[in-house]
T-cell receptor
Framework: AQTVTQSQPEMSVQEAETVTLSCTYD???????LFWYKQPPSRQMILVIR??????QNATENRFSVNFQKAAKSFSLKISDSQLGDTAMYFC??????????FGAGTRLTVKP | DGGITQSPKYLFRKEGQNVTLSCEQN?????MYWYRQDPGQGLRLIYY???????QKGDIAEGYSVSREKKESFPLTVTSAQKNPTAFYLC?????????????FGEGSRLTVL
C-alpha cells in the first residue's frame, strides 16, 4: 500500500520569505501523480500544484514550485514570497492507477506579518 | 455553477443512532470519494466509487456504509458500529480513469456525537 509522510506538523515563515514543506512517499508503482492541497481555515480543500511522475521537469504555479526526486521518493513544496493568505494546512497526496488518493497528515503553515 | 454539495454542514447525533451525510455533484464525474479528517491525522479514505453501483472500501471503512445508485450522488451512512464518529467528513469527486487525477472537494460536514 502507498503511504505519504509529512514530517513537519507545523511551520512558520515571515511574510515575503520562502518556505519549503517536505513530503516523502512509498510506492512500488512507476506511474503516479503527486499533489499538494491547501486547506485554509474555511476548510475548503484547494489544489495548489500537481506533478506527473513520468515528467522530469518540476511543476511550477506562480509562487509555488515543487522539487520532485523520484528515486528518493521525495516531493517538497516551495512557497516563494509568502503571503498572509498562504496561512493554511498543506497536504501532500499521492495517486497511482488504482484511483484511490492517499494523503499525508498535513503541515500547518503560519505566515507571520 | 458546477460543484460538490455536502449536507448538512453540521450534524449532531446521539450515541447509537445512524446518520447519513449527503454528497451531490453536478460535475459529471464518475468517481466519488469519502474522507474522514481528524486533527493530526490528515485525510483518511473511507470509501470510494469509480462507477455507479460499485464501490470499494478504503482504510477505515468499518462502521460506515455507502451506496452509489446515481452518478451524481454518493451518500455516507455513519452507523452505530462506528466507535468514534465525531469528525470532519469530506466528499470529493474526479473524472474516472488514469488522468490528471485532481480531486474536487465539497465544503465538508462536521459530525458531533453527543
Amino acid at each position: 500500500a502507498q503511504t505519504v509522510t509529512q514530517s513537519q506538523p507545523e511551520m512558520s515563515v515571515q511574510e515575503a520569505e520562502t518556505v519549503t514543506l517536505s513530503c516523502t512517499y512509498d510506492t512500488s508503482e512507476n506511474n503516479y501523480y503527486l499533489f499538494w492541497y491547501k486547506q485554509p481555515p474555511s476548510r475548503q480543500m484547494i489544489l495548489v500544484i500537481r506533478q506527473e511522475a513520468y515528467k522530469q521537469q518540476n511543476a511550477t504555479e506562480n509562487r509555488f514550485s515543487v522539487n520532485f526526486q523520484k528515486a528518493a521518493k521525495s516531493f517538497s513544496l516551495k512557497i516563494s514570497d509568502s503571503q498572509l493568505g498562504d496561512t493554511a494546512m498543506y497536504f501532500c497526496a499521492f495517486m497511482a492507477n488504482n484511483n484511490d488518493m492517499r494523503f499525508g497528515a498535513g503541515t500547518r503553515l503560519t505566515v507571520k506579518p | 455553477d458546477g460543484g460538490i454539495t455536502q449536507s448538512p454542514k453540521y450534524l449532531f447525533r446521539k450515541e447509537g443512532q445512524n446518520v447519513t451525510l449527503s454528497c451531490e455533484q453536478n460535475l459529471n464525474h464518475d468517481a466519488m470519494y469519502w474522507y474522514r479528517q481528524d486533527p493530526g491525522q490528515g485525510l483518511r479514505l473511507i470509501y470510494y466509487s469509480q462507477i455507479v453501483n460499485d464501490f470499494q472500501k478504503g482504510d477505515i471503512a468499518e462502521g460506515y456504509s455507502v451506496s452509489r445508485e446515481k452518478k451524481e450522488s454518493f451518500p455516507l451512512t455513519v452507523t452505530s458500529a462506528q466507535k468514534n464518529p465525531t469528525a470532519f467528513y469530506l466528499c470529493a469527486s474526479r473524472v474516472s480513469g488514469y488522468n490528471t487525477g485532481e480531486l474536487f472537494f465539497g465544503e465538508g460536514s462536521r459530525l458531533t456525537v453527543l
